[in-house]
T-cell receptor, first 112, second 116 residues
Framework: AQSVTQLGSHVSVSEGALVLLRCNYS??????LFWYVQYPNQGLQLLLK??????LVKGINGFEAEFKKSETSFHLTKPSAHMSDAAEYFC??????????FGAGTRLTVKP | DGGITQSPKYLFRKEGQNVTLSCEQN?????MYWYRQDPGQGLRLIYY???????QKGDIAEGYSVSREKKESFPLTVTSAQKNPTAFYLC???????????????FGPGTRLTVL
């Protein structure tokens, strides 16, 4: 079965430090890949998406992700963390309209 | 503004009672979804619908029911048969699948259900 694995349920960084959130997927065919962000008691907001146009995808709030087919990965990065980045982040893989699989989520904490 | 609304934001219910969560969208999307979110488990699909008067079970449909009488609305009923209903429920919508175009899902703000 297709699945998404997010390594690390909690990640803590200092303000201004690099943010790296890891996502690996299992798939025999190229999927569509997404990163969503969720603030407490809110819905999910799309950060960025990979649709095969380019392997390096830029999203909102300074985040970007790189699709690496050989590693089946789609890690999310941001060069310099801001306090407002503290949230939960979800990687998702979509194979058809009815089958979007979400990772378990990574909670990002940003220390002052 | 286009978007998805869910009501209420917080809901409390006694054991043995059915409760209905509202989801409305004005994005003109054909597809709508209900997810359940529990800490550390990501999102799990309960039901989805691609067209009015039609819907399919997701991974965890037991104890839930839905209806799709209007394109804009996709209410979810949590029945007394659901063994552990306390959770955060998210509604989403998207355009229909097109193999040449990705279709991201747009999410509502969620409803937190607590069973007392």
């Amino acid at each position: 079965a297709q699945s998404v694995t997010q390594l690390g349920s909690h990640v803590s960084v200092s303000e201004g430090a690099l943010v790296l959130l890891r996502c690996n997927y299992s798939s025999s065919v190229p999927p569509y890949l997404f990163w969503y962000v969720q603030y407490p008691n809110q819905g999910l907001q799309l950060l960025l998406k990979y649709t095969s146009a380019a392997t390096l995808v830029k999203g909102i709030n300074g985040f970007e992700a790189e699709f690496k087919k050989s590693e089946t990965s789609f890690h999310l990065t941001k060069p310099s963390a801001h306090m407002s980045d503290a949230a939960e982040y979800f990687c998702a893989v979509q194979y058809n309209n009815n089958d979007m699989r979400f990772g378990a989520g990574t909670r990002l904490t940003v220390k002052p | 503004d286009g978007g998805i609304t869910q009501s209420p934001k917080y809901l409390f219910r006694k054991e043995g009672q059915n409760v209905t969560l509202s989801c409305e969208q004005n994005l003109n999307h054909d597809a709508m979804y209900w997810y359940r979110q529990d800490p550390g488990q990501g999102l799990r699909l309960i039901y989805y619908s691609q067209i009015v008067n039609d819907f399919q079970k997701g991974d965890i449909a037991e104890g839930y029911s839905v209806s799709r009488e209007k394109k804009e609305s996709f209410p979810l009923t949590v029945t007394s048969a659901q063994k552990n209903p306390t959770a955060f429920y998210l509604c989403a919508s998207s355009a229909l699948w097109d193999y040449q175009v990705y279709n991201e899902q747009f999410f509502g703000p969620g409803t937190r259900l607590t069973v007392l």
